[in-house]
């Protein structure tokens, strides 16, 4: 990709959009992660602050974001991996049934709709500082 004569990669371009948008005031790196993954969910994944200083050891800056995109984007594909084994599913049929899960991470209540895969990765990042799933893997 090409912006005024630079050539940039998606990462360059994510952390440029995303500089850009912390930069408008009120806005913030989560908001910012927010309006960028409802702008573009195949691409841009939410985070709020206590995720990243709890979870994934990153500061809010642009390189942060990106290191943490391509986290996502690792977890995302071998999530998708596990679910094509454990299920029998081809890759498009894993992404449905994944996209297909609870609303929200309260189980119990299954109200199930069709969500971006980008929305079930916020929200296990939401769920698993506040585990105890996590403190059995450690």
Same mark, same amino acid.
């Given at each position: 990709?090409s912006?005024?004569g630079?050539?940039?990669?998606? %990462?360059d371009?994510?952390?440029?959009?995303?500089?850009?948008m912390v930069l408008i005031? %009120?806005i %913030?790196? !989560?908001?910012?992660?927010k309006?960028l #993954?409802l702008s573009?969910p195949?691409?841009f994944i939410?985070w709020? #602050?206590r995720?990243?200083r709890?979870?994934?050891? /990153? %500061?809010? !800056?642009?390189?942060d974001y990106?290191?943490?995109?391509?986290?996502?984007?690792?977890?995302?594909?071998?999530l998708v991996s596990?679910v094509? !084994?454990?299920?029998?599913?081809?890759r498009?049929?894993?992404?449905i049934? /994944?996209?297909?899960?609870?609303?929200?991470?309260?189980?119990?209540s299954?109200?199930?709709r069709?969500?971006p895969?980008a929305? /079930?990765?916020d929200?296990?990042?939401?769920?698993?500082?506040n585990s105890n799933w /996590?403190?059995?893997?450690l």
């Amino acid at each position: 990709m090409s912006l005024e004569g630079h050539d940039l990669t998606v %990462g360059d371009v994510c952390k440029i959009l995303y500089s850009r948008m912390v930069l408008i005031p %009120g806005i %913030g790196a !989560t908001n910012a992660s927010k309006i960028l #993954s409802l702008s573009m969910p195949e691409l841009f994944i939410m985070w709020d #602050s206590r995720n990243i200083r709890e979870l994934w050891k /990153l %500061g809010s !800056t642009p390189a942060d974001y990106l290191a943490f995109l391509k986290d996502m984007k690792i977890f995302a594909s071998e999530l998708v991996s596990s679910v094509q !084994t454990n299920e029998n599913l081809r890759r498009d049929e894993a992404i449905i049934w /994944l996209e297909s899960l609870p609303l929200n991470a309260n189980w119990n209540s299954f109200v199930s709709r069709r969500k971006p895969l980008a929305k /079930l990765l916020d929200e296990f990042n939401y769920w698993l500082p506040n585990s105890n799933w /996590l403190k059995t893997q450690l």
